[in-house]
């Protein structure tokens, strides 16, 4: 029995004491992101970028959102020399978010474009599925890591993709 009353006492003063938690519903999140994209081709090399991103949340744990991220990669020319290869990639769709604790998981799947600048323009249609996780800083500020797997749809451009984001967003809620 005292067992019982301790952990009803426990539990109590761990309700009390939390924070509000406000669910995604009517939040516009957006966000900054440091990327590192690993290639899946054997001349292309890896590359570093950035990225925005925005969602705004449709219910408690469905949002419709959007990204754009730049990144350069090194990649040999005829003559042997590498030379700067800039990859613009922009999708938008929905992300599906728990995000009812300080931890705040989440998976999306995106469709967009992509688009390598070398001497000429090659673009792309983009699937994008990623997961990761933000963790609440303050009630306005999250931080968190994200993967995205990027299938690039069409021969003129780089195959398959792999995206590691470390992220920072700023939430505001309306209404």
Same mark, same amino acid.
């Given at each position: /029995?005292?067992?019982?009353?301790?952990?009803? *006492? %426990?539990?109590?003063? %761990?309700?009390?004491?939390?924070?509000?938690?406000?669910? &995604?519903?009517?939040?516009?999140?957006? *966000?900054? @992101?440091?990327?590192?994209?690993?290639?899946?081709?054997?001349?292309?090399?890896? *590359?570093?970028?950035?990225?925005?991103?925005?969602? =705004?949340?449709? #219910?408690?744990?469905? !949002?419709? $959102?959007?990204?754009?991220?730049?990144?350069?990669?090194?990649?040999?020319?005829?003559?042997?020399?590498?030379?700067?290869?800039?990859?613009? #990639?922009?999708?938008?769709?929905?992300? =599906?978010?728990?995000?009812?604790?300080? %931890?705040?998981?989440?998976?999306?799947?995106?469709?967009?474009?992509? %688009?390598?600048?070398?001497?000429?323009?090659?673009?792309?249609?983009?699937?994008? +599925?990623?997961? $990761? !996780?933000? +963790?609440?800083? #303050?009630?306005?500020? #999250?931080?968190?890591?994200?993967? @995205?797997?990027?299938?690039?749809? *069409?021969?003129?451009? &780089?195959?398959?993709?792999?995206?590691? @984001?470390?992220? /920072?967003?700023?939430?505001?809620?309306?209404?």
């Amino acid at each position: /029995m005292k067992t019982l009353i301790l952990f009803v *006492g %426990v539990l109590s003063l %761990v309700f009390l004491c939390s924070r509000h938690a406000e669910a &995604l519903e009517n939040q516009l999140i957006v *966000g900054g @992101s440091l990327d590192y994209a690993l290639e899946f081709d054997d001349e292309l090399q890896h *590359g570093g970028g950035v990225g925005v991103h925005s969602w =705004f949340g449709l #219910t408690d744990a469905v !949002a419709i $959102g959007g990204r754009i991220a730049y990144a350069a990669h090194a990649a040999p020319n005829d003559e042997g020399d590498n030379e700067l290869r800039n990859v613009i #990639t922009a999708a938008a769709g929905l992300y =599906f978010v728990l995000d009812i604790i300080r %931890v705040i998981p989440y998976a999306g799947v995106l469709i967009g474009a992509a %688009v390598e600048i070398e001497d000429d323009v090659a673009a792309s249609y983009l699937m994008n +599925v990623c997961i $990761g !996780a933000d +963790v609440i800083i #303050t009630a306005t500020l #999250t931080s968190g890591l994200e993967v @995205s797997y990027q299938a690039l749809i *069409g021969d003129d451009i &780089l195959p398959a993709r792999l995206v590691i @984001s470390a992220r /920072m967003s700023w939430r505001h809620l309306f209404f």
